[in-house]
Structure formats: C-alpha cells, structure tokens
C-alpha cells in the first residue's frame, strides 16, 4: 500500500497531465488531421493528446481505489517521505532571484546572488560561502565565457 | 597493403599520438560539462581542425569522439545529471552505486566496458563495413517506425511496472516533443502565441531538470542519502573480482548489441543504452538489484552507447551517410578536410581510411590510460558536502541549459522540469519514459508520416515487410502478453477464493 505522500504526488501527477492532455486536445483542435494517406499537423497532438487524457483518468481511477486507508497498522506502512516545502519554496525564490539579478545585472553577478543565496539556505557559512560563491562563479566564468565561447548575457545596467 | 602500413605508422607518429591525446583529453573534460556531450564537444573544438593537415585533423575530432561520450557518463554516475541523452540511462544505477560509496567502481567499469565496446565495434567496423552498410539500407520509413514504436513501448517499461503510469509519460514526452513548428507542412504546433515555443522545447534543459535539478530539490530533505564514504584508496576504487566478473557479460552484450543498433538510422545510442538496460534485467540473476546500484546497469547501457556509436560509423565511413547527429558533426570534419567519405573513401584516401582507424583503436586504448587514474579524483567530487555540491551542481545545471541556445528561456524549462522532476520522484515515478517519448516522438512522427505517404493509407503494409512485420509482432507480443497474463493469474486467483 502507498504512503500518503506517493498517494498525493500521483494525484497531483494525475491531474496535471490529464488538465496538459485536456489544454493538448483544446490547442490541436483546429489543426488539420490529415488521413492514413496524408497525415495531417493535428494527427500526432490529437492522438497523444487523447492518450495522455485517457491514461490519466485511468489513473485517477487506481488511485481511487488504491487511496491509503488509516487502518493499516503502523508497522506496516512505509516511511513516508514528506515534502519539504521550505526548502522547494526557497529554491524556488533563489531561482526566481536569479532571473531577476540576470536582467538587471547580468549572468555573472546573478550567478554569485544564486551560488551564495543557495549555499546560505543549506547551512554554508562565513568563509566557505564566500569561497563557493567566488570559485564557481569564476570558474565558469572562464570555462564558458572565455574558454567555449558562450557569451552570458550582460544585463541591461551592465 | 601499402596504404594500410602508411595509415597505421601514420597514426602512431609523435604529432599524431599527442593530437590523439590532446582530443581525448579535451573530449572527456568538455563532455563532462552538463548540457554538452559528445555533439556538442566535436561543435566547439572542431575550429582546431581548421590549420591542421587531414589525418591530424580527423584524429583529434575521433579522439574527441571517444572522450566526449566517456565525460558524459561521469556527471551521470557522480551527480545524477546526465551529460547527454544517451548517459540518461547510467543515472538508474551508476549515481545509486556513488551513494553506496562505489563511485570508483562506476567509473571503472564505465571506463573499461566503453573500452571494451569500443575495440569490439572497431574490429567488426574493419572486417565488416561494406556488407554491413548495405544491409543498413534496407531499412526505410517503415522499419524506421516499427523499430522506434516497439522501443517506445518496451523499453519505456524498464523502470516501472505499471503499463498506465509508463504510457502516460510517453504520451506527455511525445506531446511535448510535438510543441514548435511540424517539421513536414511548416504549421506551429502548441506555441500558445509565444515566440519563446517557436523553437520547440530542447531536450537538454528538460533531462537535467528532471535529474539534476530535483536532486538539488531533494537534498534539503532529512532523508537524502548522501553518498556513503567509501576508502578512495586505488585498490578500492577498483571494481572487486565479483563486479568484474559480473561486468563481462553485459559489457560484450551491450557493446555487441549497440554495434547493431549504431547502423540503423535514428538516435540509436539512446535506444541501445535501454535495450541493453533492459536486456541485463531480463538476463539478471537479479533482476530486483536493477534500479539500487547493479553494476550491470552500468556496465551494460554504456558499453552499448560506445558500441552503437562506432556502429554509427560504418553508414558514415561505407556510404558517406549520417543516420544520426553524432556523424553528421563528423562528417563535417571530414568536409571540412576536402573529404567525402562513402564508397571511395577507402580507393582514393586509403592511408588516411586507415590511419583514421588506427587512431580509434589508439583513441580507445588513451581513453582508458586517462581516465582510470582519474577515477579517484572523480570519486572524490562525490563526496564534497552536498552543502557544497548541491550549488555547483545546481549552477553547471543552470549554465548547461544556457548554453544550448544561449536561451534564458531554457533555464526557465530547467527549473519548471526540475519542480516537476521533484514530483515525480515523490510520486515514486522514473522520467525516463518521458524522455524517451520527448527523444524519439519526432522520428515517431516522421517516420509514420513518410510510411503514410508510401503505403498510400494502406497501413497493413507494414506487415508485408519482413523487418517491420517481425519488429511490430514481437513488440505486439510483449506489450500484450503481461497484461494477458496478469488477466489469467487474477481468474484463477478468484476462482480458488470463490
């Protein structure tokens, strides 16, 4: 039997891909479907787009009946592993921070922010987070930029 | 015999050795890079070619070659980030052997069966080019098709039991590969009115999302398993006699099998690397270590990304044809050098056919002599303190997808796939049928479309020819057969309860 926390991941799984299923149908409708002669543009989107609906709603229905019951003894349910929504939220902040210091400031500096905020966040501290933050940076830096040749952006203050 | 004796001592001069070196080196560290791999190793260093004479010149882009598709197995095995898609496979079990502490014996036997694969694939390469170029070109659209559908629906069930769970993501793969414009009529497919969809989605910003990314996701949480400290000493880091020994059958499979899968057109490295994952399961006596660091899935998917990629070579060098991405590059080299490979390769460059070959044996073997001294040091990244780790692998993620299309329109991808990437492992769900969906939905597409057009509608005529018809029966049979079974197993357990 799953753990409540797999339970709510498929859910949430299921439910995703059968509203991109849905959103696949509802943009491919329009397109040309062609025949077994020809096909058309909308065949392969009307086809997986349809599959995708099905399979999920078919999920949805195991998942129905497999929902975990609480009269399981303890000692039978698997650990669970739950969430761990500050740290997702703040990865999500850090990236978002990302964005934000590369189009004011460019790939480099946003680089830093990120290196030191997502060192920060997982414990690092004084010296060693400095020493992360600058080595990385600058390494890919050199690599990338000078060595390879892919050209980060600048910023638009920069 | 002449020309023969005239490649070979050509490809052991001084220049030439250091030029063979030079190229596995570069290889290996570029194609560690997240992101680039072997194709995108060859793009930036072929500029070196540019000043050099012929031989030394397709010996570096061979040597680069071997190194490229060694690197990106290294990110796989010590970090969970796939250097390219064909290394996807390696996470299963290579990154679960570097959280038991065996990071060094990953490597190793990565090393050694891509080693191993190699020399077996350039010896049947040398014996059996033309007859096997020929046969090659019995495959057309419909073989193309049957070939990449039955891949879809067996492999994609590697990782998961359940047949819902493994067609669902194969579906939302191929739709997601669909988004952009349709390669045949030009129409734009799924953009939503936004120029960023225009481009389609690339496949490099999605496999780190899901690999790296979540994995980043997921070391905040108290049941991370890091990596067990393992003795680096050089006698540890080796593979034990047990590994090696159970390393030997799949490596000869694996290099064999992927040999044969590198002449057919189409990504065949990827779809080698689960063919062989898979065959290894089924061979395995046990099956139930695959996916909790079995040293055979390690050993077996990368010595079939080697042997498939030397089989890629026999189209390229025979008939002067690409069937996938990896000899296209090459053969732009070889244009570069004022070279056409094909039938007259071997008539009118002769010494250069064989010092080209020459330098592959001596690539492979440079391969090995490089990089398993290094293992320690590789060994040792996987034990740095994910407080430190975890960023860096975070940032090289970030910078991998950048570097792409020089897109900050990728690096959003990464992060949406890696939150989705995190999903799904809470969910218990591996995303390698979605990657194979995401790779192989376009040839899917193509494929069928080109048959469509042939059969004239007339989709039965596919098993009017014997490749396809075999190909389409046997994955009919295997797909169908557990569900049937399943089916007979639950009448009978209720008829014995009733």
């Known amino acids: 039997m799953m753990t409540k926390t797999v339970h709510r991941a498929r859910l949430l799984t299921a439910l995703l891909f059968l509203a991109l299923g849905l959103i696949t149908l509802w943009q491919s409708y329009e397109l040309p479907f062609g025949s077994l002669r020809q096909l058309k543009p909308g065949f392969f989107p009307n086809v997986f787009g349809g599959l995708l609906t099905g399979l999920s709603v078919l999920m949805l229905i195991g998942l129905w009946r497999d929902r975990p019951r609480n009269t399981e003894a303890a000692g039978e349910r698997e650990q669970d592993e739950p969430v761990h929504w500050r740290g997702l939220l703040s990865f999500i902040g850090i990236f978002a921070l990302f964005l934000a210091v590369s189009y004011a400031f460019g790939f480099v500096i946003a680089m830093f922010v990120a290196l030191a905020a997502s060192g920060f966040v997982l414990g690092l501290r004084g010296w060693r987070l400095a020493v992360l933050a600058i080595a990385t940076t600058a390494a890919i830096w050199l690599i990338f930029d000078l060595w390879l040749g892919v050209s980060l952006p600048p910023g638009i203050w920069l | ?498």
Not at chain 2, 23 to 36: D, E, I, K
Not at chain 2, 133 to 138: G, I, P
Not at chain 2, 203 to 227: A, D, R
Request: charged share 10%.
């Open chain 2, 1 to 498: 015999m002449e020309d023969i004796i005239a490649g070979i001592s050509s490809a052991f001069s001084f220049f030439n050795l250091l030029v063979c070196l030079l190229g596995v080196a570069l290889g290996t560290l570029v194609g560690v890079l997240p992101g680039l791999g072997p194709v995108g190793a060859i793009s930036m260093l072929l500029p070196l070619t540019f000043s050099m004479e012929p031989t030394s010149a397709l010996i570096l882009v061979a040597g680069i070659y071997f190194g490229g598709m060694y690197g990106g197995s290294t990110t796989s095995i010590l970090v969970n980030v796939p250097g390219e898609a064909a290394s996807v496979v390696t996470t299963l079990d290579g990154y679960k052997m570097t959280q038991k502490g065996r990071a060094g014996a990953a490597l190793s036997i990565a090393a050694i069966g891509s080693f191993v694969a190699g020399t077996l694939g350039m010896v049947l390469l040398t014996l059996l080019a033309p007859p096997i170029a020929r046969m090659a070109l019995e495959f057309g659209p419909p073989e193309h098709f049957a070939i990449v559908l039955v891949g879809l629906l067996v492999l994609s069930r590697l990782t998961d039991t359940s047949l819902i769970r493994s067609y669902m993501l194969i579906a939302l793969g191929v739709v997601l590969s669909l988004i952009g414009i349709d390669q045949m009529s030009g129409s734009l497919r799924l953009v939503f009115d936004s120029p960023w969809l225009i481009d389609g989605l690339d496949f490099v910003p999605i496999i780190m999302g899901f690999y790296g990314m979540s994995e980043v996701l997921g070391s905040l949480e108290e049941t991370y398993q890091k990596p067990v400290k393992a003795d680096l000493s050089l006698k540890k880091l080796m593979p034990s006699k047990a590994e090696l020994r159970r390393s030997t059958g799949p490596i000869v499979r694996g290099g064999l099998l992927g040999f044969a899968m590198g002449l057919l057109p189409g990504p065949s490295n990827i779809l080698s690397t689960y063919a062989s994952y898979g065959l290894e399961k089924k061979l395995s006596k046990h099956p139930e270590e695959f996916g909790k660091g079995a040293i055979e899935g390690v050993a077996g998917p990368e010595s079939a990304n080697n042997g498939a990629s030397t089989g890629a070579l026999v189209p390229l060098l025979s008939l002067g044809v690409p069937f996938s991405p990896l000899p296209a590059i090459l053969l732009s080299a070889f244009m570069i050098q004022g070279i056409t490979p094909g039938p007259l390769l071997i008539k009118e460059h002769a010494s250069l056919f064989w010092a080209l070959i020459a330098s592959m044996y001596i690539g492979n073997v440079m391969l090995l002599v490089l990089n398993l001294p290094l293992v320690g040091l590789f060994a040792k990244v996987a034990h740095l303190s994910s407080k430190v780790l975890m960023p860096i692998v975070m940032m090289f993620c970030i910078i991998g997808a950048y570097s792409v299309r020089s897109s900050m329109f990728d690096v959003i991808v990464l992060m949406i796939f890696g939150v989705f990437g995190y999903l799904l492992k809470k969910a218990k769900m591996e995303p390698s049928p979605l990657v194979l969906g995401l790779l192989l939905g376009p040839v899917l597409e193509n494929s069928l479309g080109q048959s469509a057009l042939i059969f004239r509608g007339d989709l039965w005529q596919f098993f009017n020819r014997p490749i396809s018809a075999t190909l389409l029966i046997v994955g009919l049979i295997v797909t169908i057969w557990p569900i049937v079974r399943r089916s007979i197993h639950s009448i009978r357990s209720r008829r014995r309860s009733a």
